[in-house]
Structure formats: C-alpha cells, structure tokens
C-alpha cells in the first residue's frame, strides 16, 4: 500500500506462517499449517472452508484467546502479544449480558473505556437506532428475539469501535429471512465506518455480497488456499447483485475451489468422508 510520502504502509493485519496444534492427551493435533493472510486497511475479507478447517481457531490466535504453536500475527507491522486491544471479536454466539438492558450492554465498552456519561449516552442513541432498535433500549436480552439480539451484539462490538473486527459466523444461528435482512443491514453500518473485517461464514454468497476478497481455506489443517477479489461495484445490494455475471461467475469459482477439498483423493487420507457434508 503505497501513501503520498512513497512509503508503503504495512498491511492492517498481517498472519505469517501460522500454526497450531491442539493438544489432546498424549497426541497433538494440527489444525492449522502455516497461514498466511493479508488485510488491507479498511477491507473485508470473508474467510470460507470446510468445517473443522481451522477459521475459528485462526481469529481465536488473531484476538488473543488462543497462542499460536508458530508463526506470528501482526498489527500495523507490529507484532502482537496477548489480547490486542484494537481488535473485537463477533461469535455466533451474542454472549449479551442477561442482567443488562439493551441500554446497558451497548454501552458497557464506553463505560470500561472511560467515555464521558452524557458521551455515553448519546452514542448508545444513536447505535440503538443504527442497528434498527429504536424503542427497546429498556428490554432485556431475554425479551428480545434471535435477530434482534444479534443486532445489541452488533451495536456493543460498534460501541467498542476496535481497528480490526473478526466474526465468527455471526448471523449463522437465524433463519434465512432474518439473516439476510441483517446481513444487508451490517453491509451498509460497514459501508459508513469502513473499518477492517474478517467474516468468517460457510455461505458462499453471503461471502461474496458482503467482502472486498474471498479467501478459500483448505481441509484441515487449514492453510488459505486460495484468494478472489470481489470487484463488484459499492453500495451493493443482494437483489441487485444476486443475478448479475460478475456474481455468478464468482460464485462459481469459489464454489469449485471448495468443493475440491470435500472431494476423495488418490492418497486415501480420508477427506472423501466429508463429501456428504456438501
Ligand atoms: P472451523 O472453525 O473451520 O470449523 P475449528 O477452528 O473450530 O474449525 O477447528 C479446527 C480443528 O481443531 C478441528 O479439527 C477441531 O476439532 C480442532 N479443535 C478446535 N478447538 C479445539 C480444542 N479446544 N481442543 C482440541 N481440538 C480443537
């Protein structure tokens, strides 16, 4: 990435050779062999492979929660070490706070980080109503249903304003219907903050509507395979883009890139068994 002073800036998030094995018993288990990923400032970039590739295992090392066996995970050309603050996690599960009001999960980021009440206050406004809640500021998670908590979660991780977002399969647990209007809704909250994302999701269309590029990842252990750059014009929107050739080719391609690693090989090493996941 090259600025007006003819330096290149370092990627936003930079995975180097990235490795991880799980320990179970005596036995080691490898779930990811040398990733590596670049990520633009201020780019979407959807992740997709089959399960048990290693996706969540990668944005676990990249926030933190888990330590890589090798390899390293940098922010802004700095190496990072233990949980970075500028980077939040989405999981599918909303992990909302039961005792708090709407309200008051959104606004516990702002709170921790020390923002002003009447700041406070006014922000939690105004994502309350970004994120199409208007009215139920004083419900509690309980009160609300799947996708309306999904949207508190949205807000909340909007609120803690980190440089990097990394969701996990955020709007897996809904239904169609649900999922596609708020996936349309995150596309355009995104389109206005432009901040730095990794998606990742198994839907190969809510990938391609949603990113700048795709990034295939083999069977596990996990290593990207595969890159694809999402040149459909901005603002997007599925019922207009759906249909289009652009769209459809792309489809296409992404789907045969992972349809490969479901497919039996010659080896016998057993990847076949995951054919009846397609
Ligand atoms: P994905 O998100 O692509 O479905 P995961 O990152 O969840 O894949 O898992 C990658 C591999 O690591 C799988 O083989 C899974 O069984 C294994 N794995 C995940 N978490 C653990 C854990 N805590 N302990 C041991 N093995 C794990």
Redesign the pocket.
């Known amino acids: 990435m090259s600025t007006a002073t003819g330096t290149t800036a370092p990627p936003k998030l930079s995975v180097r050779d990235l490795r991880l094995s ?3 018993g005596r036995r080691r ?1 490898l ?2 062999r040398d990733v590596n990923l670049d990520v633009a400032d201020g780019e979407f970039l959807a992740l997709v ?10 944005l ?1 090392i990249v926030s933190g929660l888990v330590a890589a066996t090798a390899g390293t995970v940098a922010i802004d050309g700095q190496p990072t070490r233990g949980t970075p603050e500028r980077v939040g996690l989405l999981f599918q599960n909303d992990a909302l706070l039961p005792w708090r009001t709407v309200e008051d999960n959104i606004r516990f980021p702002l709170a921790i980080g020390g923002t002003p009440l009447h700041e406070q206050r006014e922000r939690v406004k105004r994502l309350i109503s970004a994120v199409g809640l208007d009215g139920f500021g004083a419900y509690y998670p309980r009160q609300l249903s799947g996708g309306m908590r999904k949207r508190v979660a949205l807000a909340r991780i909007l609120a803690a304003d980190p440089d990097v977002f990394l969701m ?1 399969e955020p709007f897996g647990p809904l239904d169609a219907q649900t999922r596609a209007r708020i996936s349309a809704d995150f596309l355009a909250l995104w389109e206005q903050v432009g901040k730095t994302v990794v998606f ?1 999701t198994h839907d190969v269309d809510e990938a391609i509507l949603l990113a700048d590029r795709v990034a295939v ?1 083999t069977a ?3 290593r990207v395979k595969e890159e694809f750059q999402v040149d459909i014009p901005r603002p997007r929107s599925i019922d207009d883009v759906r249909f289009s050739d652009p769209f459809r080719e792309l489809r296409h391609r992404i789907s045969q890139s992972l349809r490969a690693e479901f497919e039996p090989t010659d080896a016998g090493d057993g990847r076949g068994r995951l054919i009846a996941e397609l």
């Not at 492979?49 to 990668?58: A, D, H, I, R």
Request: glycine share 22%; proline share 9%.
């Open positions: 799980y320990r179970s288990n779930a990811l492979g089959p399960s048990g590739c290693g996706k969540s295992t990668l676990k996990d990742v990842m596990g252990p996990g």
